[in-house]
């Protein structure tokens, strides 16, 4: 696996964390419990801090980066992502913040300052604007992403069994390495 620290910052792991060996973290980078980062997903932490809660997978592709600090925003934008979430392939996350229990769509861009709050799902290839608020309980798709009904009872329990099976499957990955 590729671990590099920057500024003399390693990133720092969890229990139980699976980390493929095409995937690149580097810098301020802390990563929950039973986290998986799947092949050639790219976890930068270099000019802000990254803090990625449990059992949550980033997979295939995917690019997680902050925003700096600058004149145009002097506390620049760290990037927050919480428990249970599953971040699809090739996501890009930039300088957000995610709640728990999060489903992201492949192909999907979150930009600087937006927050999505615990239990959304946000849909395949969706685009959250600068700032933007995703509220609790929706399903949200589109570029820009709009919000377009509840959730129901069914895919709220599907936060959890998602981010389960992507626990188990890395288990069986760190099994085969030892």
Known sequence: MSMRSY????????SRVFIDST??????????????VWPLAVIRGDMHKIRIGAR?????????HITHASDFNPDGYPLTVGDDVTIGHQVLLH????????????????MDGARIDNDVVLGAGSI????????SGYLYVGRPARKVRALTEQEMKFFTYGASNYVRLKDKYLAQAQ
Not at 7 to 14: D, R, S, V, W
Not at 130 to 135: G, I, M, S
């Open 23 to 36: 995937a690149v973290i580097i810098g301020d980078v802390h990563l929950g419990d039973d986290c998986s």
């Open 56 to 64: 949550t997978s980033v997979q295939d592709g995917s690019v997680l």
């Open 7 to 14: 500024n003399e910052i390693l990133p720092q792991c969890g």
């Open 95 to 110: 300088g957000c913040t995610i709640g728990s229990r999060v489903l992201i769509g492949m192909g999907s861009i979150v």
């Open 128 to 135: 959250v604007a600068p700032n933007k608020h995703l509220e």
